[in-house]
């Protein structure tokens, strides 16, 4: 699925990586706690959180995850969305819950990511 | 073998901002000398956990790196408390992490599990009160 599709899908606004909507994502985890994301991380993997610390963007830039969604309408902070654009990540925001983001996306065709 | 690269650092105790930072580090000069990316990542989430693990529940301590042309180290030493039941630390789900770390995203039970399940030889030692020692492998060949 293009992540521009994913921006349609559950109306998000772009954070930043603009310039990357184009890029395939097969797989999605959506979680708040980080060593259950590095424990389920996939390459091109979305990540879905309500969390919005550094160590969102840290945990993601370990397991190789190129794509954050927060959900509940919440912003990370601009260090966070500057260190994300320097490593060519791109940051969505959706007003959606956690779940009903997470069903859309489902619904529409996003898997899980398959155990490492 | 050859000793490509060697790193150590300080791990401070509850320093979040800079907590993780380490471990950008490795992985930076992994990906900068080729290494196969399968094999970075699995650093990459293994020293990560440990680091989160000194910032989180040691006193603080130290990460290095040793990169050589078979292998990588990857090190922590911290200075305390240590833990008192290894193989209960070892359980996935337990945790002994407070309401504010896991506010943070911490403390899921799943920092020693994942470091195990990512290196090729994974060894720990703790005593109560000195600290926690723990050396993974990771085979590049």
Not at chain 1, 34 to 42: I, P, T, Y
Not at chain 1, 90 to 95: D, H, P, R
Not at chain 2, 84 to 113: K, N, V, Y
Request: proline share 4%.
């Amino acid at each position: 699925m293009k992540l521009l599709e994913i921006k349609e899908f559950i109306d998000a606004k772009v954070l930043c990586g603009e310039e990357h909507l184009k890029r395939e994502v097969a797989y999605a985890c959506a979680c708040d706690l980080m060593s259950e994301v590095l424990r389920l991380a996939d390459k091109d993997m979305v990540l879905i959180t309500g969390l919005t610390n550094i160590h969102v963007l840290k945990t993601a830039e370990m397991a190789n995850i190129r794509t954050l969604i927060f959900v509940w309408g919440k912003l990370p902070d601009d260090t966070l969305v500057q260190e994300a654009k320097e490593l060519d990540m791109v940051v969505l925001s959706t007003e959606l819950p956690m779940y009903e983001c997470c069903g859309i996306l489902y619904k529409k065709g996003l898997g899980e990511p398959l155990e490492p | 073998m050859t000793n490509i690269y060697e790193m150590e650092y300080n791990v401070n105790n509850r320093d979040f901002v800079v907590a993780g930072d380490v471990s950008r580090i490795i992985k930076r000069t992994l990906q900068r000398i080729g290494v196969d990316p399968k094999i970075v990542r699995r650093v990459a989430i293994a020293s990560y956990e440990a680091e989160m693990n000194i910032a989180i529940h040691s006193n603080g301590g130290r990460i290095s790196a040793k990169i050589d042309t078979d292998k990588v180290l990857v090190c922590t030493q911290d200075f305390g408390p240590g833990i008192p039941d290894i193989d209960l630390a070892m359980t996935e789900g337990w945790s002994t992490a407070t309401a504010e770390i896991r506010e943070m995203g911490f403390g899921a039970g799943m920092g020693l599990p994942n470091m195990k399940k990512c290196s090729d030889v994974f060894e720990i030692d703790s005593q109560v009160p000195q600290g926690t020692t723990i050396k993974m492998t990771f085979w590049l060949t």
